[in-house]
């Protein structure tokens, strides 16, 4: 019997300690998920922080997965949810204020054609809702709320699915980003390395 699966994006970020190798390992560890394969890793860019401008630049990336699938969208979202808080948990995340630094962040982007609001589960709450208590009671979002809005996602994302269109959104994945582009700027994101599927590394993007 053929096992069901359901496609997923992940953005991953950091900004301490060395981020770039954060990241190697953050998506060695997500494609060593139980029953997850991974499908497509984005360029890694670094970004300009949000919110808190007095921090290090971020390095972000988005990688496309196959993930199991019950076929309950719900029961999907939060396992997978729960997977992701663990591995935050296990590369040293703290809790924190919001937009300040992370030595590891990752979203649920979109999963399938999932269009949901729930209340959390225990192991699927952010680690930060100690620092900030409204966080508890903070509702699971897919596609996340804040995905269409932020250039540090979106130019990751085009890379991988760029005529995608999530649930909701109305336009696609390249479309948000060229709308996002043009309120950002060019200067919020630069891709500093691509993806080597062989070595399972970043390789410099060379200076032009």
Known sequence: M??????AYVGLGANLGDPEETLVRAVASLAALPGVRLRGVSRLYATKPVGEPDQPEFRNAVAAIDAPS????ATDALALLRDLKGLERAF???????????E??????????????????????SIDADAEPAKAAKLLVVPHPEARRR???LAPMADLAPGLVPPGW????ATARRH??????????????????????WRAVQPR
């Open 2 to 7: 053929t096992e069901r699966s359901v496609r």
């Open 70 to 73: 019950s076929g309950h969208p």
């Open 92 to 102: 040293g995340r703290r809790p924190g204020k919001r937009w300040g630094p992370r």
């Open 104 to 125: 590891l962040d990752l979203d649920l982007l979109v999963l399938g054609r999932t269009h949901l609001a729930m209340e959390r589960s225990v192991g699927t709450r």
């Open 151 to 153: 250039l540090f996602v």
């Open 170 to 173: 109305g336009e696609t994945v």
């Open 180 to 201: 996002q582009l043009e309120r950002e700027g060019a200067d919020a994101v630069r891709p500093i390395a691509t993806w080597d599927e062989v070595a399972r590394r």
